[in-house]
């Protein structure tokens, strides 16, 4: 059974930083693609960022372009999301997904395995 369990969010003001974790268990995922989704309220959840098992290929947003990093792990199984700059804007439940691939992909529809998400909330 996959696992995956979101931590980290929070309330901060904006133009403050939150970086997410994702402990990934139950198996090995050095050869899966690992990302970060969004669903904020009245919105359809929206793809955040992904990074290949190398980490060598990352894709992002264009709306977090430059503010937000995605990391990986493989040693810990736990992939990071450095998000600085925040905006009201970015307040939604954010999710970490797995996918068995080595290239990224930014279609929900193709994660087999998503954790419970965490809530980040951005002040005005």
């Known amino acids: 059974q996959v696992q995956l369990v979101e931590s980290g969010g929070g309330l901060v003001q904006a133009g403050s930083s939150l970086r997410l974790s994702c402990a990934a268990s139950?198996?090995?995922?050095?050869?899966?693609?690992l990302a970060w989704f969004r669903h904020a309220p009245g919105k359809n959840r929206e793809f955040v960022a992904a990074?290949?098992?190398?980490?060598?290929?990352?894709y992002y947003a264009d709306s977090v372009k430059g503010r937000f990093t995605i990391s990986r792990d493989n040693a810990k199984n736990t992939v990071y999301l450095q998000m600085n700059s925040l905006k009201p804007e970015d307040t939604a439940v954010y999710y970490c997904?797995?996918?068995?691939?080595?290239?990224?992909?930014?279609?929900?529809?193709?994660?087999?395995?998503w954790g419970q998400g965490t809530q980040v909330t951005v002040s005005s």
């Open positions: 139950g198996r090995t995922f050095s050869s899966y693609t």
């Open positions: 990074i290949s098992w190398r980490a060598d290929n990352r």
């Open positions: 997904a797995a996918l068995p691939s080595l290239i990224p992909r930014i279609y929900e529809y193709e994660y087999d395995y």
